[in-house]
């Protein structure tokens, strides 16, 4: 089996505290459930009940306005007692209903009802995916739809690669996803395909993840479309954009095969939009990674849109000692959670709480070079940093040559994880401290 990985740089990441078990579990229903209006880049969508009304289990709450923006939906059913706002990990402003659950459950325990969409158009694959507020789980939040309508004036082959790269230990949960849901990624993969009439499926696996490539490509083998399986490094920054182009054209030159432009997308994502299209379900849940050193019990739990962070850390025994670092995403380029009750939203991966604090600057930068050596671009972090710094200081700071463009810094944090200087280098580099 060749493994492609990409040529130079990146770190192996290790760590002990990540969940480890071997099927996911389910948390308890959320009796309050706080549903963020801004779950995706774009503008805030726009409520559609007020407060007191009844809601049912995956009704639309909130209707998506503007490009990036998406429609929001119940999780649960309940009624809305409250609007609140406030202040998010990334500093924006941020509102929400919350929902007091009560009635009846219509999804959850029925067997759900299949809808056949081989004879759907492209346009009517388009507007579901667009209807239920799919967007992308394990990344931006970039909307689906937003990301089909890009598609449309692109020339040439199109080819959708399914990124089943852990190059992260907190990608747990994509991991158990994929084993768990591997017939609804594959063919969320074959109806995205048929939505953006892109003409072939790369499945872009971890080494050693043979059985999870082996079962997509017999999902596969009942489609009339192409299908490529490609076998990547784990080492991290191996799942990003760039490094994963890098050694699918590699792939593409040595197997002689025309992949054309490449559109991404995760497991968690291909099983939200087959969800949509085949069962018209929006996303009430997604799996979530829950761990860290101060976790009493790490686990892959099934959480509900809108449960608040407090509760699964609580459902996963409470922690060992005081935290102090909470934060959502990896360690590596996780964002710190402000308040226990900031809630679960599509785009939660992982939650983690640890008993060590955040790294603080140490000193000044000691010249070991030990950020070069990692840097999966071939840039000098150090340099880079310097020159950022110097630039903040005059005044004069803008992009500079080696952070714009297409070898620039993309901001993986493989530097900040070296440095024994504990220097914030990305977020210098890339003008955010
Ligand atoms: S790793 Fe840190 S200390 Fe070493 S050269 Fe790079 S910036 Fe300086
Ligand atoms: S954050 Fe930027 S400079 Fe640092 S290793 Fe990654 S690409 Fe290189």
Known sequence: ?????????????NDPAVPQNSSSVVAFLPAISVIPMVQHPGGRAYPIVSVGDLVREG????????PLSANVHASVPGRVIRMVSWKAAGGQN????????????????????????????????????????????EGSGRPVADMLNSLRNQQGTISLVVRC????PWLAADRLLCRERTQAIAEGAHIMCRAGRMGRIVFALSQGETELGSRLMEEASRWDIPVSLVYTGSRYPQRNQRELELVLRSFGKKENVELGALLMLGPATLAAIHDAVAYRKPILDRYVAVGGSAVRKPQVMKVRIGTRIGEIFAECGGFVDKPRKIASGSPVLGRAVVDLDEPVIKTSYAVFALLEA???????????GECRTVCPVGLDPEELYKNARAAGRNGTASRKPGISGNDSCHGCGC???????????SQTILGMA
Not at 59 to 66: K, V
Not at 358 to 368: E, K, L, M, T, V
């Open 94 to 137: 941020n509102d929400a209903l919350i929902i007091r659950m009560e009635g009846s459950f219509e999804k959850l325990g029925k067997r759900e009802e299949f809808f056949p969409w081989l004879g759907m158009s492209a346009f009517d694959l388009h507007r579901t995916i667009a209807e239920f507020g799919i967007v992308e789980m």
């Open 165 to 168: 790269v852990f190059d992260d």
């Open 1 to 13: 089996m060749k493994v492609y990985s990409f040529p130079r740089g990146g770190i192996t990441i």
């Open 59 to 66: 009704m639309l709450i909130g209707r998506g306005q503007g």
């Open 415 to 425: 530097c900040d994880v070296v440095c024994p200087s504990r220097l914030a280098l």
């Open 358 to 368: 955040q790294a603080q600057p140490r000193r000044n930068c000691i010249s070991c």
